[in-house]
């Protein structure tokens, strides 16, 4: 009995056993199966980028380094690269001789009448010829002739130098080099100086302003503009490209044909609240026969004094537009109170003339000159200058 169940023990325990081996076995199977696709560590994953070498520790860190400096870094704050304006007086020194060249051949004219051998009254004729076409005026002209025919007689030398002496003495005195003519453009205690620019259409307004800004900023004064010419396309644009290369900001309208009144008001303010030095003001062209125009120029003039007097008011007169200037400085003056001239293109012409002819019957004297189309070739209007210019 004791050997039966002794048997039946054995053969339990053998079972075991063997069931034991036999999932022992069948594990190991299905590993082995599951991991059949081995393959060296170093070799890359399915779709990994392959290094072509290895990367040591500290190459790694090189590497991570490279790619910070390489990634983006959010957009680059560049410094706009402003213009350096060249100062007033070595403008005018630079811009004499291309003044001369124009109108030398008023002086040489003059000179050459006033050296002949025999003084004659067609001499004379000649002489008030050449004055009369080169505008300055019937009775400025009238006025130069009588005093060089008084003195020619009293002198009776025909010595170039002192007919060059003479002369020079009877068109300095009728350009009149005892005229205030600088700008008012000084800050006052508590508000800037206020500059209101005007003329017809094509003199080149807003182009002056640019250069005026220019002198302005070139003298370390503090400019803002305002671009009150509102009909024109693109005047706005025009205004803001100029003052931008100097670092002035301009006040304009987003609206197409807005009120001009209006703009030059908030350019005003604007030029109060930031304390600013010289506020200029940017206006349309019109014609001096157009009254609805002329009469908003007024307006235009009447709103910004609600905040601030008008320093000073420029008008821009094409210097090759001779008499017909005239007729357009007498008009504006009578809606705007014209402070001073500004005579564009005089480097285009032989009517320089119209210098004396302006500041005669107006009483207002030319302040600055026009050149040339450079942004540099605006220059306050020297009298001494101009007279030796035209005498060469």
Known sequence: MNETWLLVLYIVVGIAVIGSLLTVFLKTSRNRSK???TRDL????????????????????????????????????TTPTLDRPEPPAGRLQRLRARLAKSNSSIGKGLLALLSSDKIDESVWDEVEETLLLADIGTEPT?????????????????????????????????????????????????????????GVNGV??????????????????????????????????????????????????????????????EAVKAGIEQEVDVVMIDTAGRLQNKVGLMDELGKVKRVIEKQTQVDEVLLVLDATTGQNGLNQAKVFSEVVDITGIVLTKLDGTAKGGIVVAIQK??????KLIGLGEGADDLAPFDAEQFVDAILN
């Open 204 to 265: 080149g307004k807003t182009t002056t302003v640019g250069k005026l800004a220019r002198v302005l900023v070139a003298e370390d004064k503090d400019v803002l503009l305002g671009a009150a010419d509102t009909f024109r396309a693109a005047a706005a644009e025009q205004l803001s490209t100029w003052g931008a290369r100097v670092g002035v900001p301009t006040v304009k309208s987003d609206v197409d044909g807005a009120d001009p009144a209006s703009v030059a008001f």
């Open 142 to 198: 009238t006025q130069l002739v009588d005093s060089l025919r008084e003195r020619v007689k009293v002198m009776g030398s025909r010595n170039a130098e002192e007919v060059r002496g003479m002369l020079r003495e009877e068109l300095l005195a009728l350009v009149d080099p005892g005229m205030d003519r600088s700008l008012a453009v000084q800050r006052h205690d508590n508000r800037p100086a206020v500059v209101l620019v005007v």
């Open 361 to 366: 019957s107006m009483g207002v004297p030319v």
């Open 42 to 77: 170093n070799d890359p994953a399915p779709g990994s980028t392959v290094l072509d070498e290895p990367v040591s520790g500290s190459d790694l860190l090189e590497d991570i380094a490279s790619a910070e400096d390489e990634a983006p870094q959010g957009p680059a704050v």
């Open 35 to 37: 991991y059949s696709d």
